[in-house]
C-alpha cells in the first residue's frame, strides 16, 4: 500500500489500566515532526493514552534517547519514536538511516520494547510532509497504533 492510499488508522482499545508512552522526536525538520506528532498524540487521545514527549538533537539520538528512558525512574509502557531523514547530496543520509534504525531495532530486542516507529527516511521534504498530514496519511498516527497494539500484544502474552 502505498502512502497515498492509506487510510487514518484507528486507535486500538486496550484493556486493564491506561497505558503511559513515551514519543522521542528528533524535530529536526520541525514542520513536518509536529504533523507526525500531531497524528500520535490524535490516536494516543483516543485510546485514553497517556504520554509524554521528549526532544532530542536528530535521529542517530532516538534509540539513545529510548534506552535511557528504560534505564531512568519513569516507567512506560510504551514508546514511539518520530523524525525524518532526508536525502542530501552525500553519503551520510545512508549512514544516519542505517544506523538509526539498527539502533532502535537493537533497543527494542534488547529489552523488549513496545515501540511504534515513526522515523521517516526519504528522498525529499515533500515526500515527508506527505507521510505528516493532519486529516489524511500520517506516519506519526500509524507509528501509535503500531505502538499500542505491541502492548496489547504484551499484555495478552503476560509479557508485562
Known sequence: MSTADAKLPAAPRL?????QLLVVRAPY???IVDGLRDGAARILREAGAGFDVLDVAGALELAGAVRLAVRGS???DGYIVLGCVVRGETDH???VCREAMA???QVVL??????????LTVDAAEQ????ATPQGPNKGAEAAVAALLQI???RWLGAV
Open 15 to 19: 484493556d486493564g489500566k491506561i497505558p
Open 29 to 31: 525538520y520541525t514542520e
Open 74 to 76: 519513569r516507567r512506560f
Open 93 to 95: 543520509y545512508e549512514y
Open 103 to 105: 539502533g532502535l531495532t
Open 110 to 119: 534488547q529489552f523488549g520494547l513496545c515501540l511504534g516507529n515513526g522515523l
Open 128 to 131: 515527508a510532509l506527505a507521510r
Open 152 to 154: 496489547r500484544a504484551a
